[in-house]
């Protein structure tokens, strides 16, 4: 793994990080490529290293329109969890969660992965019988999963309020010990330096504008840097699936909205795991710099700005203090906001397009940095070999027409 000493960090401050040398190569783009990935974000890094890695293709361009790790990669909260209720989410998110427990070693790079644990409170008695269905789902998928007394919980988490006079009281809480939060500029930079070394080209600031087709299929991209073919194409563009779908001829089932969080100024540890709220809807977990990093629901209205409105931080600022009372003075700091597409049964897509040798990965909605490895290792199956791989079979775009959905908005509910 790289590790800098304290003097090497003073010597190339002072240099102004002249000398650094690059975590990987800035390639100009050549004009065909085996495989093109639109979309330079964990998941389309995350399918480039695995195309190379699993499949050993590598002459692939990841092609970026802006920088690496400036989209929803470095805008979200970083919790990683695979507590999802049915068997198909559970099986995909379980087998990411896998992956994020040997990733540091796999890209010999620090994702400062945490497993700290993830705990789902419960304030009624809905949320009481939905959650030890949902801990019972887990268990039967092999999935780590607790419920606890709201004296147990409180025993995880000191500061989380259990008062039974409290507006919405805490009636017990799931947990799973594995969850936890990892570095989200680390994933990106760490999946673009291992897809790099293995001959991945990584081309940012290179805006898809059109996808060529002939034939009915697709042979390659129109960009700002001019024209790229490939064989293959994967759009792995998050918020903007639904733009890139409309290039190549056909619709998507997902609407985009803003996605906002904030981080308080830092404070002593206080937070020793992960703390969700469907009800007050709020989530919180602590930084390694001490803040408090907070995120709830999506803006209601569609829009591909990266910002949100006041209202939600309102609301969930009122959330926050109600579980955790400590902090009613605790001031915030910054927030920002991402874009994320949502499906209408909140669960991804992830397989072929009615375009042939055109791919699509999205839908992820506000769970997508917890699937990072998986949705690249399932992806960069689909894309290789033509077909989906087990795990991903059932998030096929067709879904939505022969109505086998698979409904997570009840584990889906927090933005997270």
């Given at each position: 793994?790289?590790?800098?000493?304290?003097?090497?960090?003073?010597?190339?401050?002072l240099?102004?990080?002249?000398?650094?040398?690059?975590?990987?190569?800035?390639?100009?783009?050549?004009?065909?490529?085996?495989?093109?990935?639109?979309?330079?974000?964990?998941?389309?890094?995350?399918?480039?290293?695995?195309?190379?890695?699993?499949?050993?293709?590598?002459?692939?361009?990841?092609?970026?329109?802006?920088?690496?790790?400036?989209?929803?990669?470095g805008?979200?909260?970083?919790?990683?969890?695979?507590?999802?209720?049915?068997?198909?989410?559970?099986?995909?998110?379980?087998?990411?969660?896998?992956?994020?427990?040997?990733?540091?070693?796999?890209?010999?790079?620090?994702l400062?992965?945490?497993?700290r644990?993830?705990?789902?409170?419960?304030?009624?008695?809905?949320?009481v019988?939905?959650?030890?269905?949902?801990?019972e789902?887990?268990?039967?998928?092999?999935?780590?999963?607790?419920w606890?007394?709201?004296?147990?919980?409180?025993?995880?988490?000191?500061?989380?309020?259990?008062?039974?006079?409290?507006?919405?009281?805490?009636?017990?809480?799931?947990?799973?010990?594995?969850?936890?939060?990892?570095?989200?500029d680390?994933?990106?930079?760490?999946?673009a330096?291992?897809?790099d070394s293995?001959?991945?080209?990584?081309?940012?600031n290179?805006?898809?504008?059109?996808?060529?087709?002939?034939?009915g299929?697709?042979?390659?991209?129109?960009?700002?840097?001019?024209?790229?073919?490939?064989?293959?194409?994967?759009?792995?563009?998050?918020?903007?699936?639904?733009?890139?779908?409309?290039?190549?001829?056909?619709?998507?089932?997902?609407?985009?909205?803003?996605?906002?969080?904030?981080?308080?100024?830092?404070i002593?540890?206080?937070l020793?795991?992960?703390?969700?709220s469907?009800?007050?809807?709020?989530?919180?977990?602590?930084?390694?710099?001490?803040?408090?990093?907070?995120?709830?629901?999506?803006?209601t209205?569609?829009?591909?700005a990266?910002?949100?409105?006041?209202p939600?931080?309102?609301?969930?600022m009122?959330?926050?203090?109600?579980?955790?009372?400590?902090?009613?003075?605790?001031?915030?700091?910054r927030?920002?906001?991402?874009?994320?597409?949502?499906?209408p049964?909140?669960s991804?897509?992830?397989?072929?397009?009615?375009?042939?040798?055109?791919?699509?990965?999205?839908?992820?909605?506000?769970?997508?940095?917890?699937?990072?490895?998986g949705?690249?290792?399932?992806?960069?199956?689909?894309?290789?070999?033509?077909?989906?791989?087990p795990l991903?079979?059932?998030?096929?775009?067709?879904r939505?027409?022969?109505?086998?959905?698979?409904?997570?908005?009840?584990?889906?509910?927090?933005?997270?």
């Amino acid at each position: 793994m790289q590790r800098f000493s304290f003097l090497s960090l003073i010597k190339h401050s002072l240099s102004k990080h002249e000398g650094w040398q690059p975590f990987w190569r800035e390639p100009a783009p050549k004009p065909r490529y085996r495989i093109i990935i639109i979309g330079g974000g964990g998941h389309g890094l995350a399918t480039a290293y695995y195309l190379a890695k699993n499949h050993g293709i590598t002459d692939v361009a990841v092609l970026e329109k802006g920088w690496i790790g400036g989209g929803n990669t470095g805008r979200n909260t970083t919790v990683v969890r695979s507590n999802y209720l049915w068997n198909e989410s559970g099986a995909l998110y379980e087998h990411a969660l896998k992956l994020w427990e040997g990733l540091t070693d796999d890209l010999n790079f620090n994702l400062m992965f945490s497993q700290r644990g993830v705990l789902n409170l419960a304030h009624k008695l809905g949320d009481v019988r939905e959650g030890i269905r949902r801990v019972e789902a887990n268990r039967l998928n092999g999935i780590d999963a607790e419920w606890l007394t709201p004296e147990q919980a409180k025993a995880f988490c000191p500061i989380v309020n259990i008062d039974r006079s409290a507006r919405y009281p805490v009636l017990g809480a799931t947990l799973q010990r594995r969850g936890g939060i990892a570095r989200h500029d680390n994933v990106a930079w760490g999946f673009a330096r291992a897809a790099d070394s293995r001959g991945v080209d990584i081309i940012q600031n290179c805006e898809v504008t059109g996808i060529l087709r002939e034939n009915g299929r697709a042979v390659g991209v129109e960009t700002s840097r001019g024209t790229i073919r490939a064989e293959k194409i994967g759009i792995v563009t998050a918020g903007h699936s639904s733009v890139l779908a409309e290039m190549a001829g056909f619709r998507l089932p997902i609407q985009s909205h803003p996605l906002q969080a904030l981080v308080s100024e830092p404070i002593k540890p206080v937070l020793p795991c992960v703390v969700m709220s469907n009800t007050v809807h709020v989530y919180v977990s602590q930084s390694d710099k001490g803040e408090l990093v907070l995120g709830a629901g999506i803006d209601t209205f569609n829009s591909y700005a990266q910002r949100g409105s006041f209202p939600v931080i309102e609301h969930q600022m009122a959330a926050l203090i109600e579980l955790f009372p400590i902090v009613s003075r605790l001031r915030m700091m910054r927030s920002w906001g991402g874009i994320v597409d949502v499906c209408p049964d909140a669960s991804p897509i992830i397989g072929k397009t009615p375009i042939k040798d055109l791919y699509i990965n999205c839908g992820w909605g506000t769970g997508g940095f917890k699937a990072t490895p998986g949705s690249g290792w399932v992806f960069a199956h689909t894309i290789a070999t033509g077909e989906p791989h087990p795990l991903n079979a059932a998030f096929s775009l067709d879904r939505f027409a022969t109505g086998a959905l698979i409904d997570e908005h009840g584990a889906a509910a927090v933005a997270h």
